[in-house]
């Protein structure tokens, strides 16, 4: 049975957030590097990453009782937000769900195209950190950016990128791997 114990608290310091083509494995290992494929998206905001797992019910009344007889999970979600700092043609092109970056004059200039509109850029991503000696990988086997982009150009700050990512359905649509002990099934 879980007691008090301060060694269970877990501190996600700092990180990386990866993106790759959806489908892409992870590392099979907790420590091992990430594959071909995986893009580190490079400088995230001091806020890290927000993860947030819903879940919507419906409750089932009954004449006889002033509480709910039965309840029913009709839609679950999860959704990891995060705000880039980088710009580059990963991360562009990753925050505004896919396009095209081209050179439009040699080694002097790049164009970015934006994706046609019905387009769905679907990716796996990924998030690691550490603390102290345990290792985290959090993954979302198939999502996309989900909500719009918006961004100021303005005098005293950077301009970020502010990514929603939801998974899309998926048989396991996001797991969690760690080799932190706490994790152990209890026998």
Do not use: C
């Not at 947030?52 to 959704?79: C, H, M, P």
């Not at 989900?146 to 303005?154: D, K, P, V, Y």
């Amino acid at each position: 049975m879980p007691g008090l114990d301060a060694g269970e608290i877990v501190v996600g310091a700092n990180g990386h957030i990866m993106v790759a083509p959806g489908g892409t494995a992870p590392p099979d290992d907790i420590t091992d590097p990430w594959g071909t494929g995986w893009v580190d998206l490079g400088y995230a905001t001091e806020d890290g990453v927000t993860l947030n797992a819903g879940k919507e019910t419906n409750s089932i009344r009954g004449w006889q009782s002033f509480y709910d007889l039965r309840t029913v999970v009709t839609s679950r979600s999860f959704r990891l937000s995060f705000t880039l700092q980088q710009w580059n043609a990963e991360t562009v092109t990753f925050a505004l769900g896919g396009g095209e970056i081209t050179e439009d004059t040699p080694g002097a200039s790049y164009r970015y195209t934006p994706p046609a509109p019905e387009f769905i850029d679907e990716r796996t991503l990924g998030v690691d950190w550490t603390d102290g000696d345990k290792h985290y990988i959090l993954v979302v086997d198939r999502g996309q950016p989900a909500e719009a982009i918006e961004t100021n150009l303005q005098r005293t700050s950077n301009l970020a990128l502010p990514i929603a990512f939801d998974a899309l359905g998926a048989t396991v649509p996001w797991f969690l791997l760690t080799d932190d002990p706490a994790f152990a099934p209890v026998p």
